[in-house]
């Protein structure tokens, strides 16, 4: 088991702490599989609401937040069964609106890893507004439940009456309905043909600007991040951080990046060459290779 969640465990029920322990290896990234979840559930008698609030302690562990040190965590519930644990992430000497919050963490996770569509989000603290927000760019906005510790759960439109969203823009797409922009790069690189292939299933009907970052380590991992944009503009949730959001969940120092690459499409109204450039700046000496693709 991965020494970081020792504390954590501690803060689990003894039966659900026994349970999961096995789960925990290293570098668990925080993705529990439907079976592995009825298997806790089974283990500890715990279920449902009661089950993922118990969890959070797990979620709050992959937290990187240097500056508040204030440890969020949450988990996104897929329609598959599957959750999805995500946390905060800041990035020190960098403006704060570079930060990752854990809601935005736990379903760019779910995302990434091919849900599509979530059911639920559980949380440890009440969800900031700029979440709630970005909440209501998933597609199933209207069916989404927030479970939070100490109240009964509610649907997001509780949290968020009379939202702003993307209908409201006539963007029928929502986050997680997944996309093909069918961009198209003249490059061999593996890397930066799985750099244009994340690109093509990003998030940006705002902008009109795919875009997608991969991050190799000197060990050989590779991390993604897609661009998703929200209706909003500002809580929009750039690639860069999602890569390196991924990369913090497993407790993977910065230091081990060996290789960053950015894909964008060459027609887009916005760029981000220079905002990744400026995140990965401040945690890594690597050099940003950007490309633009064919839209
Ligand atoms: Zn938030």
């Known amino acids: 088991m991965s020494t970081r969640f020792q504390k954590a465990l501690t803060q689990l029920p003894p039966a659900l702490a026994t349970a ?113 927000q970005f909440m209501t760019e998933l597609n199933n906005n209207e069916g989404l439940t927030i479970r939070l510790p100490e109240q009964q759960p509610q649907p997001l439109t509780h949290y968020l009456p009379y939202a702003f969203g993307p209908k409201d823009l006539d963007i029928e797409d929502g986050l997680l309905d997944g996309n093909d922009h069918e961009m198209l790069l003249d490059n061999d690189d593996a890397l930066v043909q799985r750099a244009l292939r994340e690109a093509n299933a990003s998030h940006a009907p705002y902008s009109h600007t795919p875009a997608a970052i991969v991050l190799e380590t000197n060990k050989g991992q590779v991390f993604v991040g897609r661009y998703a944009e929200n209706a909003a503009y500002n809580p929009s949730l750039p690639p860069m951080q999602m890569a390196l959001n991924g990369m913090a969940r497993m407790g993977i120092s910065f230091s081990e990046i060996k290789r960053a690459i950015l894909v964008e499409s060459d027609k887009g109204q916005v760029s981000l060459v220079h905002s990744s450039a400026d995140a990965l700046g401040t945690v890594s000496k690597v050099e940003l290779e950007t490309y633009k693709a064919n839209s």
Not at 63 to 89: E, L, Q, R, T, W
Request: charged content about 15%.
């Open 20 to 132: 999961i322990e096995p789960m925990l290896r290293d570098q668990f990234a925080g993705h529990l599989t439907a079976e592995q979840i009825k298997t806790l559930s089974d283990q500890s008698g715990l279920e449902g609401t009661e089950l993922y609030l118990a969890l959070l302690p797990i979620a709050a562990t992959m937290s990187n937040a240097p500056i508040s040190n204030f440890y969020v965590g949450a988990i996104a519930h897929g329609v598959s069964g599957d959750a999805y644990m995500g946390a905060n992430m800041e990035l020190v000497g960098e403006a704060l609106f570079h930060s990752v919050h854990a809601e935005q963490s736990a379903i760019s996770h779910a995302w990434l890893a091919g849900e599509r569509k979530l059911v639920g989000i559980t949380v440890n603290y009440s969800p900031c507004g700029h979440c709630r």
